[in-house]
């Protein structure tokens, strides 16, 4: 007698109104989320059996046949424009007579649901995200890198800021902290930990195969060939510097900056940083 094939799962794309359906991810732009979306989404295509991968499977909702949460990316608000900051504060800024900025981060809306805060070195974040801004998206008109991570709208406060607004709302939230660096160093131990707090069922083994399928080179060729949006495509692909898959190591803003640059944001990162970070205002984190 014939064996009747699995039935497909059924999977729901739309956010769930209900938290207890989802956990969100937060970030600040460019602290590794597209590896993150890589990671969950190749899980959930394991778990399910679905036959062929899609980058926003981490966000679909399933109950059959298995009951799998949606994982919700946001930049919780951190990654507003040139535009949103206005002229005036445009204008003050380039010629250095901006002070004190406020910037919009919000996370009100994950109130009820899991939140897990995805952060990284302000360092490589403020070095990744000028190649964002200036090259990729072209939101900020063409300026030095020196210039930039100085930049009150823009530069390493800004990513400092954010990283001290979660640090001091975290305990009004079910939440977990993964870091970049720790990703790098114990990809497979770090994934485990997220689908454990999203509550998901665990395979140890479809936890290495993601992270075997998620690795940079072949995230790298992945986006080469397309077929995954803008959330994996470079805007050049002539220009190594375009691509989401840029360089993917930690403590690389040394190759980019000058020891007057990193003594500078060195000096932000001492004086504004909250405590709660102590690991990111060590002055000389080891690179990988």
Request: proline fraction near 7%.
């Amino acid at each position: 007698m014939a064996v009747s094939p699995a039935p497909a799962p059924v999977l729901r794309a739309a956010e769930s109104e209900n938290p207890e359906e989802k956990v969100y991810l937060v970030s600040y732009p460019k602290s590794g989320r597209t590896w993150l979306r890589v990671l969950l989404s190749r899980y959930k295509q394991l778990l399910l059996g679905v036959e062929d991968f899609e980058l926003k499977l981490h966000a679909s909702y399933s109950e059959t046949p298995l009951v799998t949460r949606q994982y919700i990316f946001s930049h919780a608000d951190s990654a507003y424009t040139a535009d949103q900051a206005g002229w005036p504060q445009k204008i003050a800024d380039r010629l250095g007579w901006l002070g004190r900025v406020e910037y919009p981060f919000s996370l009100e809306r994950f109130r009820g649901a899991g939140v897990i805060f995805l952060v990284r070195d302000p360092r490589d974040v403020t070095v990744s995200d000028y190649h964002q801004q200036v090259k990729r998206s072209k939101e900020v008109p063409p300026m030095p890198l020196s210039r930039f991570i100085r930049s009150r709208l823009f530069g390493v406060r800004r990513p400092v800021a954010f990283l001290n607004y979660i640090a001091h709302q975290r305990a009004e939230f079910k939440h977990m902290f993964t870091h970049y660096e720790d990703l790098h160093r114990d990809p497979t131990g770090e994934l485990t930990r997220m689908l454990e707090f999203a509550g998901l069922p665990l395979r140890p083994e479809l936890v290495q195969e993601s992270v075997d399928y998620a690795r940079f080179e072949n995230m790298r060729k992945m986006e080469a060939k397309g077929g995954h949006g803008v959330k994996l495509a470079p805007a050049d692909h002539s220009d190594r510097d375009t691509y989401k898959t840029r360089k993917g190591r930690i403590g690389s803003f040394r190759e980019e900056l000058t020891g007057k640059d990193i003594r500078a944001i060195n000096a932000i990162i001492q004086d504004e940083l909250d405590g709660f970070f102590q690991r990111y205002k060590q002055p000389d984190p080891e690179p990988l």
